[in-house]
C-alpha cells in the first residue's frame, strides 16, 4: 500500500489549497482516512477524518475551513482548506486507518503519505 500525496504550496492567508492523496491498493473505500499536520517544533495532531461510510471529524481549529472528502472510484482522499491562517503552516500528512471508522490516534493508522508542506504567510 502506498499514499501519494500532494497540492500543498505557499498561500496567503485567507487564501486556499486543496490537498489530495492517492492510495494504492484494493481496500481504499473499506478504511477510514485521515490528514494529520505537523507543524515545527509541535506533535503531529490529527486535522481531519473520514470514515469508510462517510462520517467526518474535524479538530476546532479548523471547523468551518477545512473540507475533508473521498473518492472511492478513484481511490483518493481530498482536504480542501479554505480562509488559511498562519498557524495552518505545517507538513500535512495523509493516512490510511486499521479500521472502518475513524480515531483521533495515530497509531490506528497504518499506512501514511510522505508528507506535503503547506506554508502560509501573513
Known amino acids: 500500500v502506498q499514499l501519494q500525496a500532494s497540492g500543498g504550496g505557499l498561500v496567503q492567508a485567507g487564501g486556499s489549497l486543496r490537498l489530495s492523496c492517492a492510495r494504492s491498493g484494493r481496500t481504499f473505500s473499506s478504511v477510514a482516512m485521515g490528514w494529520f499536520r505537523q507543524a515545527p517544533g509541535k506533535e503531529r495532531e490529527l486535522v481531519t477524518a473520514?470514515?469508510?461510510?462517510?462520517?467526518?471529524y474535524y479538530e476546532d481549529s479548523v471547523k468551518g475551513r477545512f473540507t475533508i472528502s473521498r473518492d472511492n472510484a478513484k481511490s483518493t482522499v481530498y482536504l480542501q482548506m479554505d480562509n488559511l491562517k498562519t498557524e495552518d503552516t505545517a507538513v500535512y500528512y495523509c493516512?490510511?486507518?486499521?479500521?472502518?471508522?475513524?480515531?483521533?490516534?495515530?497509531?490506528?493508522?497504518?499506512?501514511w503519505g510522505q508528507g506535503t508542506l503547506v506554508t502560509v504567510s501573513s
Open positions: 473520514i470514515s469508510s461510510s462517510g462520517i467526518t
Open positions: 493516512a490510511a486507518g486499521r479500521y472502518n471508522f475513524w480515531t483521533t490516534m495515530a497509531r490506528d493508522y497504518n499506512y
